[in-house]
Nanobody
Framework: VQLVESGGGMVQPGGSLRLSCAASGFTFSSWDMSWVRQAPGKGPEWVSGIKSDGGSTAYADSVKGRFTISRDNAKNTLYLQMNSLKPEDTALYYC???????????WGQGTQVTVSS
């Protein structure tokens, strides 16, 4: 299993970024997936999740209305569109493969998002 995130960077408050996660080594279309972030000095925070067929999504209250999760099962890729970014969104963002027990078994290496003026 390999998960490789990309698309992070530095952006001003109010800006946008689109993260991608390229998956390989497993049947991507069979697995629910999530984005999880970790800010400096804090624990991991679940951000958003999507069902294997893309038919259902969920968001943390902190990002609801600003972030959109999606997936392209033909391309084995997970996405996170982030709009109206705030300084408190600054974190290392990971994609993760979901387990039925509301946890994750594989994570990528993360992509850094920094929101600062």
């Amino acid at each position: 299993v390999q998960l490789v995130e990309s698309g992070g960077g530095m952006v001003q408050p109010g800006g946008s970024l689109r993260l991608s996660c390229a998956a390989s080594g497993f049947t991507f279309s069979s697995w629910d997936m999530s984005w999880v972030r970790q800010a400096p000095g804090k624990g991991p925070e679940w951000v958003s999740g999507i069902k294997s067929d893309g038919g259902s999504t969920a968001y943390a209250d902190s990002v609801k209305g600003r972030f959109t999760i999606s997936r392209d099962n033909a391309k084995n890729t997970l996405y996170l569109q982030m709009n109206s970014l705030k300084p408190e969104d600054t974190a290392l963002y990971y994609c993760a493969r979901d387990l039925p027990t509301v946890s994750h078994d594989y994570w990528g290496q993360g992509t850094q998002v920094t929101v600062s003026s």
